[in-house]
């Protein structure tokens, strides 16, 4: 019996590091509509006009997670409640297993990217055809680059936000649940770490608005210098009409002689909740973005 529950093991390791290979492939390619193309001069508007794209990707995340129930073994060793986050789980073995493997490749040289789980982060050896590591511009300090938020967005994630958008029940697609919550927590991760260009771009546009502060450590000021209301209201608002649109639910008739009729979402239901990603924004994303961008600029001059 034992033997054949080690068998059984492996198999399912083996399983999750396919998953985490062809998962790896995903998040390369949601990561290319990067603001910096590398070569892009960061300003206050690039920064808002990349801000702006990733919502449409985290909205569908969401849309994507939801397509499954909860699973909630899928986050605990046992059969717990489903507010349980165990450390054995197999959602917290994938991300790990994942962001190892993604990190071998080079995923987290990007200074826009920053795992979960900062392990065993060393690119591999290229093979002699493959391309040389991209330089990426080093734009951000480096005394206050190194601001994180990770925990926070793992525990809002799996605290709050995974019982929002998904129904009660068990379909026992767990692998492919961890993988729709590692690519909503990576584009999540990178939209609130964003604050941290947000915030080199905002000093140095107009570094004596900051330096007082920033001497002083007072960081209540400096949370009122990097609000702006309008823009936030503004944000909420079309994070909600995009979940009401990309969410709909699209039926076609065919029938009838005149041609194809569509009917968008008559009965008024949604595959996420709209005001389930006006909340994320509300009351995590923007907070969170404001946290990182004031704990980098109270290490900036570091």
Sequence with gaps: MRMASLRTDSR?????LSLSLILCIICFISGCDSS?????????????????KQED????????????????????????GR??????????????????????????????ELPFFPHDHTPIQAAAEAPPPFKFPQFLDPAASSVNVSR???????????????????????????ASDLVCLQALSKRIHYGRFVAEVKFRDSPSTYIPAIHAKDSETLTEL?????????????VKKKAEVFGQTVTVDTGGVSGVAMDVNATNTYKVDPSVASKLYAEWVI????????????HRLD
């Design 12 to 16: 399912e390791l083996q399983l999750l």
């Design 36 to 52: 910096e193309s590398n070569n892009t001069i960061f300003t206050i508007d690039s920064l808002r006009d990349s801000l702006e």
């Design 57 to 80: 990707f985290i909205v569908f995340c969401l849309i994507e997670r939801a397509r499954f129930p909860h699973n909630s073994p899928a986050y605990s060793s046992s059969s717990g």
């Design 83 to 112: 507010r349980v986050m165990s450390s054995s789980s197999l959602a917290e073995l994938f991300v790990r297993e994942t962001e190892a493997i993604q990190a071998k490749f080079g995923r987290y040289q990007n200074p826009e």
């Design 152 to 178: 926070d967005i793992w525990n809002i994630y799996f605290g709050d936000l995974l019982q929002l958008i998904t129904t009660d029940g068990d379909d026992g697609n767990y692998q492919q649940a961890a």
């Design 226 to 238: 990097v609000t702006s209301k309008a823009v936030e209201e503004t944000v909420i608002e079309r």
């Design 287 to 298: 907070p969170l973005t404001k946290q990182v961008e004031v704990d980098y600029l109270l």
